[in-house]
C-alpha cells in the first residue's frame, strides 16, 4: 500500500524541498493532507505536509501534526520519514492521503481545516505583535511630536523620554491596554513644564 503515489512525491520533492518554506509562517503552504487516526489516543489526528525531500531510499517530510482525543487538542511541527509510516500501516496504524483536500497556505486553511484554527491564531497573534514592535520608531517620532515648542535642551529630553515610553507603548498595544502609554506621557509631560497634544 502506498501512502503517497510515487509521481506525487516527487513532485513535492521538486517544488517544495525540505527548508524551502523556513520562515513563511502562514503563508507556509501545505501541499498535502494525511488522516492517521490512533482509536486510543488520537482519534481525529492529521498531518499537513509543507515539504520532502529524497533520503537515499527513503523520504523525509516536514508539515504539521495536530492530535486530539484524551490528550486535548494540540498541533506542532514534525518531520517525519516514508520508511516511518510505512512500519505504523504494518502495525495496524491507518495512514491515508485526503484525496479532497485542496493544497493552500496555512492561513487560508483557517475556514476549511478545524484542526488548524488555534495553531492559525496564535500565529496571527504573533504576527500583529511583531508589527506593532516593527513600528516603535515611528511610535518614537510621534512622542516627540506630542511636545510642543520646545527649546534644544528640552527637545533632547523629550526624545529620551520617547525612547524610553515607546516600549510601554507597544506593549500596551500588544495588550489592548489604552491607558498606560498615554497617561505616562502625560506625567512627563506636566514634569516638564511643556504643553502636550490631546491624546
Do not use: H
Request: with cysteine; hydrophobic share 35%; net charge negative.
Amino acid at each position: 500500500m502506498e501512502v503517497l503515489e510515487k509521481n506525487k512525491i516527487d513532485e513535492l520533492a521538486e517544488k517544495y524541498p525540505l527548508g524551502s518554506q523556513d520562515g513563511k509562517g502562514l503563508d507556509t503552504f501545505v501541499c498535502c493532507k494525511l488522516y492517521y487516526p490512533d482509536r486510543r489516543n488520537n482519534p481525529e489526528g492529521y498531518w499537513y505536509i509543507t515539504g520532502c525531500s529524497r533520503r537515499g531510499d527513503d523520504v523525509e517530510f516536514s508539515g504539521l501534526c495536530t492530535t486530539a482525543g484524551n490528550v486535548g487538542t494540540r498541533i506542532a511541527p514534525v518531520v517525519f520519514t516514508l520508511s516511518g509510516l510505512m512500519r505504523l500501516i504494518r502495525n495496524g496504524q491507518t495512514i491515508e492521503e485526503d484525496k479532497g483536500f485542496i493544497p493552500a497556505s496555512v492561513r487560508d486553511l483557517y475556514e476549511v481545516e478545524t484542526p488548524l484554527r488555534l495553531y492559525i491564531e496564535a500565529e496571527r497573534e504573533k504576527e500583529r505583535k511583531a508589527m506593532i514592535w516593527a513600528s516603535r520608531d515611528e511610535i518614537k517620532d510621534t512622542i516627540c511630536g506630542l511636545f510642543l515648542g520646545l527649546d534644544d535642551e528640552t527637545g533632547a529630553a523629550s526624545r529620551t523620554i520617547a525612547e524610553a515610553l515607546a516600549n510601554d507603548v507597544c506593549n500596551d498595544m500588544i495588550g489592548n491596554r489604552k491607558e498606560r502609554g498615554p497617561a505616562i506621557i502625560r506625567t512627563m509631560a506636566r514634569r516638564m513644564g511643556v504643553k502636550v497634544l490631546s491624546l
